[in-house]
């Protein structure tokens, strides 16, 4: 406590002296290393040069007897050469609470200060461990960076090789920052991962590493097809078959319809007028079964002539036959579908 009374006096009663120069104007230190400034003067007859931190009075320095008070947070070192007189001022392993404003002032001239900015660096690491996965997989990692001050740059690097475009998302965490990336790469081989943090006054990043090992894809066992084939050509076959059935059927019944729609065409054109108008009114008609087609024969039966197939060749050898009494049949010359007409033959349908 005498000392610094016997600076303050020594500031009061003593004459000024040149103006004091304070380098660095801004410094930005990480924590936990050594902050340093120096202070000098041009000319000699100077008595005290007192350094303050935010406001409060750190060491006084003596031109004849050098440093007059220190501790183990602040020192003082004599670097003055030939017209020159300067010190330098060391806060050793500075933390965020010596950040602000470091001052200088040699006797009673102006108070000279500079701004101190305290780094912090956190931790880095990617989520999870080593990787396994199969050859051609997409692989993503996460790598998230804890407690620094400020917000970290993170940065990636493939076996050494730093990866373009890295993006990232910074969040804040009281006083302190965090950050996070991802990364997305296609397994071809076994790699290893870097996850870097760095900051302006750390001297080489901070760095999480984790390992990728790829395995070879094992093709599939091709599968057996037979009996798929097998129940494919079943089924088809079975379709071809009942279309077969479905397309032989249709013509069956095409043709049958066809040739009864003929046969009727052919009843109706040999039908006489009065059996037409019969077929007309009740639409049934019954063919006599007796009449032979192109086989004609003649036999006496009950008075009726007819021709059998022996004298057909007969009556082709113009044979005569005898003759029929046509005055029997002289209204309808017609016998069970016969007619006798010059012995011409005709075929009848009879009504029912």
């Known amino acids: 406590m005498d000392t610094f009374m016997l600076a303050a006096v020594l500031l009061l009663f003593t004459g000024g002296v040149s103006a004091q120069v304070l380098e660095p104007l801004n410094a930005t230190v990480l924590q936990n290393t050594d902050a340093r400034f120096n202070c000098s003067v ?6 005290a040069m007192t350094w303050t931190v935010n406001g409060r009075l750190a060491i006084i320095i003596s031109e004849n007897t050098g440093l007059l008070t220190g501790n183990a947070t602040y ?36 108070l000279v200060s500079t701004t101190l900015t305290v780094q912090q660096n956190g931790t880095v690491a990617i989520t999870g461990s080593n990787r396994t996965a199969t050859e051609g997989d997409q692989v993503t990692f996460l790598c998230i960076a804890r407690s620094w001050l400020p917000a970290p740059q993170l940065f990636w690097a493939v076996n050494g090789t730093l990866v373009d475009k890295v993006l990232y998302n910074t969040e804040s965490n009281g006083t302190l920052m965090n950050s996070n990336s991802t990364l997305t790469i296609t397994a071809k081989a076994n790699v290893s991962v870097d996850c870097l943090a760095s900051i302006s006054t750390l001297p080489s990043p901070e760095i ?25 050509v079943a089924f088809s076959l079975a379709a071809l078959l009942a279309l077969l059935i479905i397309l032989i059927v249709f013509c069956c019944k095409r043709r049958r319809r066809k040739r009864s729609r003929y046969q009727d065409e052919l009843r109706a054109q040999s039908l006489s007028h009065r059996q037409q108008a019969a077929y007309a009114r009740t639409g049934r008609v019954r063919e006599n079964f007796g009449y ?29 036959l005898p003759e029929v009494n046509s005055s029997r049949y002289a209204d309808d010359r017609s016998y069970d579908g016969y007619s006798f007409d010059g012995l011409q033959k005709h075929r009848h349908l009879t009504i029912v």
Do not use: H
């Not at 041009?42 to 008595?47: Q, S």
């Not at 590493?209 to 494919?232: E, H, N, S, W």
């Open 208 to 232: 999480s590493t984790i390992f990728l090992t790829v395995q070879k894809a094992v093709p599939r066992p091709a599968r057996d097809q037979t009996v798929l084939i097998a129940i494919t």
């Open 292 to 320: 032979v087609e192109d086989t004609p024969s003649v036999d006496n039966r009950d008075g009726v002539y007819t021709i059998s197939s022996f004298q057909q060749q007969n009556y082709n050898n113009n044979i005569q």
């Open 42 to 47: 041009k000319t000699p007859g100077w008595v």
């Open 75 to 110: 020192s003082a070192t004599n670097y003055t050469t030939a017209g020159e007189y300067k010190w330098e001022f060391v806060m050793k392993a500075v933390t965020a609470a010596s950040a602000g404003f470091v001052g200088c002032q040699v006797q009673n001239n102006l």
